[in-house]
């Protein structure tokens, strides 16, 4: 269902790129971005604010749409209320579009909305407009999925679409990834010199290994060839000796008998 919606963001991304490149004045690229940003199914824009063509509407009377799109890209209904004198009045669309995204922000943060957030962030008047809303135009067009939880007035985030990160984001998560990068650099720098040192001492324990294997076999060399030179009658003859001596020791001793 998610790779469906990516997908589908994709693909509305790469026809509205196309067609910003076809067009050449301010006033269609003016359109192209209201089109955009009133598209029921469309929820990405950072890609289209770095189209070469939107360049077209600076120094314009319809700079103004550069900075709608900024503000759907990254901003929220509470953004465009502080900021509506230098933007163009949005349409009901847009409204509807810029409060699906006020959702999604909030969800960033934390998987329990507070209705009475929620009322305020979206300008909402009344619990039953915040549910409808919420279930008609937010989960059921598959940006989240949660519970509402009348009783505790809030509603439970299961899942969100993710929104576009701001340059401040981005830089953040280049610098979070660079440390980790680092820090797996260095981890892997200890394990190789640990395999390192484990190989040395490998190497030295075959080492002394075949040393007393060495040394046994020189002993056993040396064994037979005592016996060699001294001849098998001597070898034989001392332990002929060795087993009386031993036959001697464990003999029984004879009890001494008391005199009459």
């Known amino acids: 269902m998610a ?8 693909e509305l ?19 192209l971005v209201l089109e955009a940003t009133s598209h029921p199914a469309l929820f990405a824009f950072s890609e289209l604010l ?11 009377q319809y700079a103004s749409s550069l900075d709608a799109l900024r503000l759907f890209a990254y901003g929220t209904l509470k953004d465009y209320k502080s900021n509506s004198g ?20 909030l969800a960033e943060s934390t ?10 962030e979206l300008d909402v008047s009344n619990v039953r407009e915040l549910e409808d809303f919420l279930i008609n135009e937010c989960m059921y067009s598959g940006i989240v999925r949660g519970k509402l939880d009348q009783l505790r007035r809030c509603f439970e985030v299961q899942f969100a679409a993710g929104r576009d990160l701001t340059p401040e984001q981005l830089n953040n998560m280049i610098d979070t990834l660079s440390d980790w990068l680092g820090t797996s650099d260095s981890l892997l720098h200890q394990i190789q010199e ?36 001294r001849g098998h009658d001597d070898f ?20 001494r008998q008391p005199p009459a």
Do not use: C
Request: aromatic share 4%.
């Open 3 to 10: 790779m469906d919606a990516e997908r589908r963001q994709a």
């Open 13 to 31: 991304i790469g026809q509205f790129s196309a067609q910003a490149a076809a067009l050449s004045s301010a006033p269609q690229l003016a359109a």
């Open 50 to 60: 770095t189209l070469p063509a939107l360049s077209k509407l600076v120094g314009t």
């Open 86 to 105: 230098s933007l163009p009045a949005l349409l009901p669309d847009q409204i509807r579009k810029l409060k699906q995204l006020s959702v999604l922000t």
């Open 111 to 120: 998987k329990i909305l507070p209705y009475d957030q929620l009322m305020q």
């Open 194 to 229: 640990k395999i390192k040192w484990a190989d040395t001492m490998s190497e030295v324990n075959k080492k002394h290994q075949k040393e007393f294997e060495d040394r046994v076999e020189e002993a056993k060399k040396s064994i037979k060839a005592d016996i060699d030179i």
């Open 236 to 255: 034989l003859s001392e332990s002929g000796g060795i087993m009386d001596f031993e036959e001697d020791r464990i003999r029984p001793k004879r009890r």
